[in-house]
């Protein structure tokens, strides 16, 4: 089955530094979603991307979809203590299914 | 407006009882999905409905496992015979037909 990995695992930063987490899927996604999970609260959506390249801007934050659409990056800039949580992405797979596949999350803490 | 709640927020269960979890989506979303996220992972899909239909059950981990929204809108996850591999925390989300997939607070579930 579809398999969506994320690399790192976990991420320290300093306050101020940047941070990115990598994704990456087994099979071609039809589109790919992130979300942010704070310690003890649920995902929370942040943006969806479609397009095959496709990069999108939140603030300090910027998210790629692949050429190819199997694989995605976020990037913040100048980490802040609210960035800290666990960082999902989620894909899916085809246009017929709406389930989500999620990745196993990269783990943002930052040291003040 | 409201977003989604899930009922209880935690439940606490001897291995073999029965139990049942609630979620109410979000007014109008057609679409609402189970999650299973365990410690420290992503959340795994479950099943979905588009109204009161169940159009994905692939996730169900057993035939322990049973899902229903009979009238479209409220949905119950049913665990029967609880094992200790099923303590998790249970989310729900629910979407507009292919929309962004809006997140409840999840039940917290320790099987005992």
């Known amino acids: 089955g579809q398999q969506v990995m994320q690399i790192p695992q976990y991420q320290h930063v300093q306050e101020g530094e940047d941070f990115t987490t990598y994704c990456n899927s087994s099979t071609t996604l039809s589109n790919i979603q992130w979300y942010k999970q704070r310690p003890g609260g649920h995902p929370v959506f942040l943006i969806q991307?479609?397009?095959?390249?496709e990069v999108k801007k939140q603030k300090r934050l910027t998210f790629q979809f692949g050429e190819a659409k199997k694989n995605s990056s976020l990037h913040i800039t100048a980490t802040q203590t609210t960035d800290v949580g666990t960082y999902f992405c989620?894909?899916?797979?085809?246009?017929?299914?709406?389930?989500?596949?999620f990745g196993t999350g990269t783990r943002l803490t930052i040291i003040p | 407006g409201a977003g989604v709640s899930q009922s209880p927020r935690y439940k606490v269960a001897k291995r073999g009882q029965d139990v049942a979890l609630r979620c109410d989506p979000i007014s109008g979303h057609v679409s609402l999905f189970w999650y299973q996220q365990a410690l420290g992972q992503g959340p795994e899909f479950l099943t979905y409905f588009q109204n009161e239909a169940q159009l994905d059950k692939s996730g169900l981990p057993s035939d322990r496992f049973f899902a229903e929204r009979p009238e479209g809108s409220v949905s119950t996850l049913k665990i029967q015979r609880t094992q200790q591999e099923d303590s998790a925390v249970y989310l729900c989300?629910?979407?507009?037909?292919?929309?962004?997939?809006?997140f409840g607070p999840g039940t917290r579930l320790t099987v005992l």
């Open positions: 991307l479609v397009k095959s390249g």
């Open positions: 989300a629910s979407s507009f037909l292919r929309g962004t997939q809006y």
């Open positions: 989620a894909g899916k797979s085809n246009f017929g299914n709406e389930k989500l596949t």
